[in-house]
């Protein structure tokens, strides 16, 4: 079955993998780790800068040298006046109208505030931005940002950083289900590309992940299992898998099988 | 005066946003900024005061996820 191109407001990607760029041992590693994972998309922030060493300049250079598209975020944002105001600030240094919002709700989980990104998620759509809201399964909620302007959702699997996979597997079908055509990525909580194959499987359209391949010993060979994991996932998908049975049925033909006269039990 | 640049107290000379870029050594990078939790376009920075107590954000690219 030919897959049909992976495309979010308007731009077609060649990777369903999306990477973030924190937390790597060195920038080296993060390049290598863009490169093996064939991200055409990464993640980035705006910060405070941390002393007089120019890092963040460094950083920026490093990422454009890669060719690669941003998606700037909001990470760490606690309120719709916080995230509003970090986008706009971010669209201008980034040169992006792309935005992954995050209003986080709660400090242990960081589980996002569905309120306020849905009126941060209107706010920054009226103002031009192509806004990749970072959600939970919630239909309702998914619903809202869809009507806001959404044109893509980004449903957590497990919390950030925790690498627990798929928390609400019946949930995220749920959402598909709903939203058969509006571009679904899994953001947040993948641990191994066994995680990230069973989301594509299920028929999402991307994963965006962070840490799995930063915090992994050989982040770089992370990088590509994901890749490989992801296309495994989405040809699955694509090729129409078999449905659980609650009963075995042999796969060797039972016609012409040897002793198949005899009877069944001696 | 004294305002606040990224959290921290700062007694400065400059009366404007883009003085104040200049005198902390910003003026040749590429920087985000806020005042006071609104964000200020780059163009606007030579055009908007500065007042006692303010609160100033001067953001650069960093990673994220």
Not at chain 1, 56 to 62: A, D, R
Not at chain 1, 64 to 84: I, Q
Not at chain 2, 41 to 48: G, K, L, Y
């Amino acid at each position: 079955m030919r897959d049909v191109p992976f495309k979010v407001y308007d731009t077609t990607l060649g990777s369903r993998l999306l990477l973030g760029t924190a937390q790597y041992p060195s920038p080296a590693v993060l390049a290598a780790a863009v490169k093996a994972s064939g991200a055409e998309v990464v993640t980035v922030s705006l910060r405070r800068e941390a002393g007089a060493n120019r890092a963040g300049e460094s950083f920026w250079t490093l990422i454009r040298e890669l060719g690669v598209r941003v998606l700037p975020n909001t990470a760490g944002c606690r309120s719709v006046k916080e995230a509003v105001t970090t986008a706009e600030m971010a669209r201008e240094v980034f040169a992006t109208d792309w935005i992954k919002l995050e209003v986080i709700g709660d400090d242990d989980l960081l589980q996002p505030d569905v309120f306020g990104l849905v009126e941060a998620a209107e706010i920054l759509v009226r103002a031009g931005f192509k806004v990749f809201p970072y959600t939970t399964e919630d239909l309702r909620v998914a619903e809202r940002l869809v009507g806001a302007g959404c044109e893509v959702l980004m449903p957590w699997g497990a919390p950030i950083g925790s690498g627990r996979g798929l928390n609400n597997v019946f949930g995220l079908q749920a959402l598909r289900k709903n939203f058969p055509a509006t571009p679904l990525i899994i953001d947040a909580g993948i641990g191994t590309p066994a995680h990230a194959a069973a989301a594509m499987e299920l028929g999402y359209d991307a994963i965006l992940l962070n840490t799995a391949v930063a915090k992994a010993g050989d982040p770089v060979t992370m990088a590509r299992a994901f890749a490989l994991g992801i296309e495994a996932g989405r040809l699955a998908y694509s090729a129409d898998p078999i449905l659980p049975r609650d009963m075995a049925e042999p796969s060797t033909p039972q016609i012409g099988r040897a002793f198949s006269d005899l009877p069944k039990r001696a | 005066m004294q305002i606040h640049v990224n959290g921290k107290a700062h007694e400065v000379a400059a009366t404007t946003l883009a003085a104040l870029l200049a005198e902390l050594d910003y003026h040749d990078k590429l920087v985000a900024t806020a005042v006071n939790q609104t964000f200020v376009r780059a163009t606007d920075r030579p055009a908007t005061p500065l007042k006692p107590g303010d609160a100033v954000e001067i953001l650069v690219p960093r990673q994220g996820g």
